[in-house]
Every structure is written in structure tokens, then in C-alpha cells.
């Protein structure tokens, strides 16, 4: 695993700043595969994976306020003015550990160029869907809003 960029947030809102800077990242990139580009979060509750999803999120144009999908698990958004259509948001928080199931048909998902997915505990689903995903990890500094956000791939 090749780490990217490590950075330190300071604040909630140096966090949706960095998200926001990693989605506009990707816009510019564009679409490097033929498969969609898939984000995972891993970190403890309350590491900030959820705001830096937000930041990202407006990042790629998404004006609406951004929820975690804990109870629903999915949210989808459309994304206009883009090589990208869609950007979904998974939250597999309350998936049972080891679930063997087809999650949500993620292979529908995963098999457009034209989809961004950003996944929140996704060590609850099974690994064979996130191969060559980005890997975002987070973690807890001392002090009530500190991160540190490791970007690998």
C-alpha cells in the first residue's frame, strides 16, 4: 500500500475543507478506469469520516446537505455538469461483520466509469468489492476535533 498524503486537521471545518479539495481532485482527474472510483473511510466513530464525505461531496458539486446513511445504508446523488453521473454514499455500520451477502448490488455500482462511491466502515463488507479503492484512514489526535487522515492507495 502506497501512502499518498498524510495531512492534520485541526477543526471540523479544516476537515470539510480537505474533503471538499479531494473531490475537486477527482473531478479533475476524471475517470482513470473502467470501473467506478471507489473511496473507503475507516476510523473509529467519530473520526470524521462522515464530514470529510460532506466536504467531498461539495467538492463534486453536491449542493444538498450531506447525511451518513447509517439507517439507510446508501444515499444517492446525481452529479451534473461532469464526466461523472452519480456519487453514492455508503454507511455499512450496522452491516453484520462477515456478511457474505451481495450489499446493495454493489456490482451494478462498481462496474460504471461514471460513479463515484465513498464507503464508510467498509471492513464490514465483504473485500472483494473494494480492490484498488482509495483508503482513506482517520483517527482521533489529542484534543476534542483533531485528525489525522491518512490518503493511501
Known amino acids: ?21 479531494f473531490g475537486r481532485e477527482i473531478l ?18 467519530g473520526a470524521g469520516k462522515t464530514t470529510f464525505i460532506a466536504g467531498m461531496a461539495r467538492g463534486l458539486g453536491i449542493k444538498k ?18 464526466v461523472f453521473e452519480n456519487f453514492f454514499h455508503i454507511d455499512a455500520y450496522r452491516v453484520k461483520k462477515g456478511d457474505k451477502s451481495d450489499f446493495l448490488s454493489l456490482q451494478k455500482i462498481l462496474v ?5 462511491i465513498a464507503v464508510e ?25 483533531k485528525r489525522a487522515i491518512k490518503i493511501s492507495c
Open 65 to 82: 446537505r450531506m447525511q451518513s446513511p447509517t439507517f439507510v445504508f446508501v444515499r444517492r446523488f446525481c452529479l451534473k455538469g461532469s
Open 121 to 145: 466502515w467498509p471492513q464490514r463488507i465483504s473485500g472483494r468489492f473494494f480492490g484498488g479503492a482509495t483508503k482513506i484512514t482517520m483517527k482521533h489526535l489529542q484534543g476534542e476535533e
Open 28 to 45: 479533475r482527474r476524471g475517470s482513470q478506469e473502467n470501473r467506478a472510483i471507489v473511496v473507503t473511510f475507516r476510523g473509529e466513530l
Open 1 to 21: 500500500m502506497k501512502i499518498i498524503k498524510t495531512f492534520k486537521s485541526l477543526s471540523a471545518e479544516e476537515t470539510v475543507r480537505l474533503g471538499f479539495d
Open 112 to 116: 460504471s466509469p461514471k460513479n463515484i
